[in-house]
């Protein structure tokens, strides 16, 4: 029977030898390709290479690639921070600075099987100590970054570190002086910060007008670290966002909180009259390690002084209170800030308040229970109570601090122990 069908057919192809173009039909066309998949299990091959992949660039690590040496510095091993910073979806935006990196500053999620594209950004004050811990992080996380720093209070110490490392730059400079650089994002946190420091520096002002002008160039958002000072000797408690302060403007420490109070106005005007992208966070009172060892902040004044073996001093009569917040919490808040969609101001600080006295019990037990405590009459305007309100930080940037007291104090003490004896053996006086 078969043989007398294609019998057949070879007569017939006699028969019409001319060309003869095969009837069109398009449907075959389109359903040939899925013909081809669905043979020989294609389709199933395929599919598994899909799941292989993104198997594969889930798990793999993000695209940081921290210096080798970063790690042989710190004397504390600082475990990344568990939050991730790309938890919020975004939502979309149209200012220039959002045109400009809007590619590598997604807040959503990262596309499937593409590395987060690393940005630019200026850190000044990057030598000094939140600016130090902030550098680790963003290049931690694949960014490059540039500090610039006059080392009026930072330390080469802080960073060299990332010496060597092509995605960080250091530049020695004092921002009370213009600077052009072309950066995606500044941290500005150059600031004379501690007591001793609190007399004219024009810092606050001339420096911050200046980032600010570098930020309206070249189109970069501008974060400002302003200060909890700003609230004064505050009449409300625990202080809000909202509040407007009680602030001496002719006293001791005027230059510091009237000098964040104009740059938080500087700042504001800057991003109503020019349209740059700004950040203002309030900064609580922080620890950790690589505090300056003798800058007149209390804990480090306690931390100090019962690892020499002396009193601790006490200003006033101890009841006066102050919230402590440790370092990579800060950090933390500053760059959700700067990546989230709110300008700000935002209270960052840790709401756990305690007294001098308090604090004073707390070094004691970390470090040495028979250490004495020595009054001391009180600094002028100190305020008497200080807590931070961190409600909007709670509900807008999703942030809020891990790391108690107890925690923290033993990680910056053992930096200290290390940086007071390891240096001087003989666990002299540091200058
Ligand atoms: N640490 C805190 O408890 C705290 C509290 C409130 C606000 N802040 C703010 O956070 C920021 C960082 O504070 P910190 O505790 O790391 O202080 P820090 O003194 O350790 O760091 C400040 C850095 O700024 C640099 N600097 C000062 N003047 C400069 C200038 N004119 N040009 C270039 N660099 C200059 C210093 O050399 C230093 O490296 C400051 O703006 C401070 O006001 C800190």
Redesign the pocket.
């Known amino acids: 029977m078969s043989s007398e069908l294609t019998f057949r057919g070879h007569e017939t192809q006699q028969v019409n030898d001319e060309y003869s173009p095969k009837p069109n039909k398009p449907w075959l066309s389109e359903i040939r390709p899925i013909r081809y998949l669905l043979r020989e299990q294609r389709l199933v091959f395929v599919l598994i290479g899909i799941a292989i992949a993104t198997l594969f660039f889930t798990l793999a690590p993000s695209s940081s690639t921290t210096s080798p040496a970063s790690s042989s510095f710190s004397t504390v091993r600082y475990e990344p921070h568990p939050i991730s910073y790309f938890e919020h979806e975004s939502e979309s935006k149209t200012t220039p600075y959002q045109h400009h990196t809007a590619a590598v500053h997604s807040f959503g999620k990262v596309p499937l099987g593409l590395k987060r594209k690393g940005l630019r950004i200026v850190v000044?004050?990057g030598?000094?100590?939140?600016?130090s811990h902030l550098v680790d992080r963003l290049i931690e996380r694949g960014d490059s970054v540039i500090v610039?720093?006059?080392?009026?209070?930072?330390r080469k110490e802080n960073v060299m570190h990332h010496f060597g490392n092509p995605r960080f730059e250091l530049i020695r400079?004092?921002?009370?002086e213009p600077l052009l650089l072309e950066v995606d994002q500044i941290y500005h946190?150059?600031?004379?910060?501690?007591p001793v420091h609190y007399k004219f520096n024009p810092?606050n002002v001339v420096?911050t007008l200046n980032m600010l002008g570098l930020a309206k160039r070249i189109g970069a958002r501008f974060l400002l670290?302003s200060?909890?000072e700003v609230y004064g000797d505050p009449l409300q408690h625990p202080q809000k966002e909202t509040y407007w302060g009680n602030v001496n403007p002719i006293g001791v420490r005027s230059c510091y909180d009237e000098g964040?109070r104009t740059a938080e106005t500087l700042t504001m005007d800057y991003h109503r009259g020019a349209e740059v992208e700004v950040r203002i966070a309030r900064?609580?009172?922080?620890y950790g390690p690589r505090m300056?060892l003798d800058d007149g902040?209390v804990v480090s004044n306690f931390v100090a002084q019962a690892l020499r073996k002396e009193p601790l001093t006490v200003y006033g009569d101890g009841k006066q209170t102050r919230s402590f917040q440790y370092v990579s919490d800060l950090v933390e808040g500053l760059m959700r800030l700067m990546e989230g969609e709110h300008v700000g101001p935002f209270n960052l600080g840790n709401p756990g308040e305690f007294t001098m006295l308090e604090l004073a019990k707390v070094v004691q037990e970390t470090i040495d229970p028979e250490a004495k405590i020595e009054y001391r009459p009180n600094t002028e305007d100190d305020p008497h109570k200080r807590k931070p309100d961190i409600t909007k930080a709670k509900e807008q940037l999703g942030w809020e601090p891990k790391v108690d007291l107890h925690t923290g104090l033993p990680l910056m003490v053992s930096d200290f122990r290390q940086r007071i004896f390891g240096d001087h053996k003989e666990g002299g006086t540091v200058a």
């Open positions: 000044t004050g030598a000094g100590f939140v600016g610039v720093d006059n080392f009026f209070t930072g400079h004092d921002v009370v946190l150059a600031c004379p910060a501690s810092t420096g670290t200060t909890s964040k900064i609580f009172n922080t300056c902040r």
